[in-house]
């Protein structure tokens, strides 16, 4: 059962974000689903059910790009350790960590309400709760506004055909769908996220920075050298001039983003790699660079050595973040957003 919305009138409005809407999920799993083969681009930094950053939600969202939707099949998160129903709740599940795959019916467990002014990216937005079985409840990853009248938003979707993808979104959704009133949505964020206003762990991570065209500085270089870790080709150089807007467009027209040319929230958590020690590469570099915005004093030679994991250590420690010296999506954030 897939309803799909009837939006030709809106469709005008917001291009290439046709979205077809899922079924909402089965029952929950009372255990942990085993997990059969990752398909994850990114190393977690939060554990099984425990707090987890807005980035790195927003990191496991994007690492199912593509991935067909199923009430049936099951799919390995990052890291491999708990695998996740594939349709819309199941997908949820995933990018929040938790150990099994609660449906739409019982997600109101994990997360709590907030109001349309305190939507962060990382959120939710759905129809949840009693009674959202079948076609009368769906959830979907709120991933920023999409206009200065917050008329329309960036979300991570796993919904009918077109599976796990990103797109523009009217507020609160499609009109005129076969599933859920439009005015039944609600917005809510998961109990344990830190780092955003609001936030079960108390906060404390600032958010991603938008980087456009004719910035300069340590985070438009950084973004340069992740750019090049993608497999763009550009000169990293601290000035954000046309060709990185092309290739930052490239880039996120290649990954399912939204395509505005900027470095905001969901290009950030894209572009991002978790390097720790052994690590080599461009994305070393734009970590190093970073670090020594902080005044750490390290060669930007894209080996994280013993004294990139010290920097990277000390720099942990002094923002209240755990201290592993690897630098994953809260490391990322907080070095960026500070």
């Not at 059969?36 to 930094?45: F, G, K, Q, R």
């Not at 960590?97 to 305190?118: F, G, Q």
């Not at 780092?195 to 108390?202: D, I, L, N």
């Amino acid at each position: 059962m897939r309803f799909t919305p009837k939006v030709a009138a809106t469709a005008a409005v917001v291009t290439g974000a046709m979205a077809i809407v899922a079924v909402a999920p089965m029952a929950a799993n009372a255990a942990p689903h085993a997990a059969v083969a990752s398909s994850a681009a990114v190393t977690p930094n939060s554990s099984i059910n425990g707090s987890i950053s807005a980035s790195e939600i927003l990191s496991r969202a994007a690492s199912w790009n593509g991935t067909p939707y199923s009430t049936g099949v099951y799919k390995a998160g990052p890291g491999g350790d708990v695998s996740y129903r594939t349709d819309c709740s199941g997908y949820v599940s995933m990018a929040f960590h938790l150990s099994s795959s609660p449906s739409t019916i019982d997600l109101p467990s994990y997360v709590h309400s907030i109001s349309k002014a305190d939507l962060q990216p990382g959120d939710i937005l759905g129809v949840l709760g009693p009674g959202t079985g079948g076609n009368a409840g769906h959830v979907l990853i709120f991933d920023g506004w999409a206009d200065s009248g917050h008329t329309q938003y960036y979300a991570w979707e796993d919904s009918g055909d077109q599976g796990v993808h990103h797109g523009v979104i009217p507020y609160p959704y499609w009109p005129n769908t076969s599933g859920p009133s439009p005015s039944l949505y609600q917005p809510y964020r998961y109990n344990k996220e830190t780092g955003s206003p609001g936030g079960g762990g108390g906060g404390g991570i600032p958010p991603w920075p938008n980087v456009v065209e004719g910035n300069t500085g340590t985070n438009v270089e950084a973004a340069q050298y992740l750019l090049d870790d993608h497999g763009a080709s550009i000169g990293t150089d601290g000035q954000f001039g046309t060709n990185t807007y092309n290739a930052t467009r490239s880039y996120q027209s290649s990954h399912g983003l939204g395509v505005d040319g900027q470095i905001g929230p969901q290009t950030w958590s894209s572009l991002i790699v978790q390097v720790q020690s052994g690590s080599s590469g461009d994305a070393v570099k734009a970590a190093q660079l970073e670090l020594n915005k902080y005044g750490y004093g390290l060669s930007v030679d894209g080996s994280f050595g013993p004294a990139t994991v010290s920097a990277a250590r000390a720099f942990q420690s002094s923002h209240g973040l755990g201290v592993d010296g690897q630098i994953g999506p809260q490391t990322w954030e907080t070095l960026v957003g500070d």
